[in-house]
């Protein structure tokens, strides 16, 4: 039996996670994300620089390219419209992790969340001052795959976050520390 499965007894008391088991994650998170929201930023400042206005670069030959595109909405470049959507959606899911991390206890959960608000923040800073500006920025894509979506860091993190959050939901494990057996 793990730690955090010794926490769930089934009693209130025994399901409080305490400072003694570990402590919060909070700086976990908030250095998980600045090192993601730092990785895309300097991605974008660089391939913006360097690559735009260019013909595409062949790193796997045309499995894999460096292409910089400008995305108003989202994957595959759908709701261009709705880029003012997008920038509330960015919005609610910072505020919500930052919630979320008053009572956070569990380090993958400190990961997970620490990816998805980097991405977030990430994406969320091009829609703001990238042209044209305003809530409606288009999001600076670069990464493109052939036959997929073009996409960039603060995407990866954003997916792999997700899918981790997934994976620890399936696991019972609590952002918390607990862990629960359905």
């Known amino acids: 039996m793990t730690e955090a499965e010794q926490t769930t007894t089934g009693t209130p008391e025994a399901a409080e996670p305490t400072a003694a088991k570990g402590g919060r994650r909070i700086g976990v998170l908030l250095a998980v994300a600045a090192f993601a929201y730092l990785l895309d930023l300097g991605s974008k400042l660089f391939v913006v620089a360097k690559l735009e206005h260019h ?3 062949e790193v796997f030959g045309t499995w894999l390219q460096l292409e910089v595109v400008r995305n ?5 470049g759908i709701g261009e419209a709705m880029t003012i959507v997008f ?3 960015a919005s609610a899911v910072i505020v919500v992790i ?7 206890y569990s380090l993958p959960w400190a990961i997970a969340l620490g990816l998805l ?8 800073t091009d829609r703001l001052f990238r042209a044209p500006g305003g809530f409606e920025g288009g999001v600076v894509d670069f990464i493109a795959p052939a036959h997929f979506a073009v996409f960039n860091l603060a995407d990866s993190a954003i997916v792999c976050g997700g899918f981790l959050i997934v994976i620890l939901s399936f696991r019972g494990l609590d952002p918390d520390g607990t862990v629960h057996q359905d």
């Open 117 to 124: 608000l980097g991405g977030a923040l990430g994406n969320l």
């Open 72 to 76: 108003r909405g989202a994957a595959f």
């Open 87 to 89: 920038t509330v959606i």
């Open 98 to 104: 930052a919630r979320i991390a008053r009572k956070l």
């Open 55 to 57: 013909d595409p670069i």
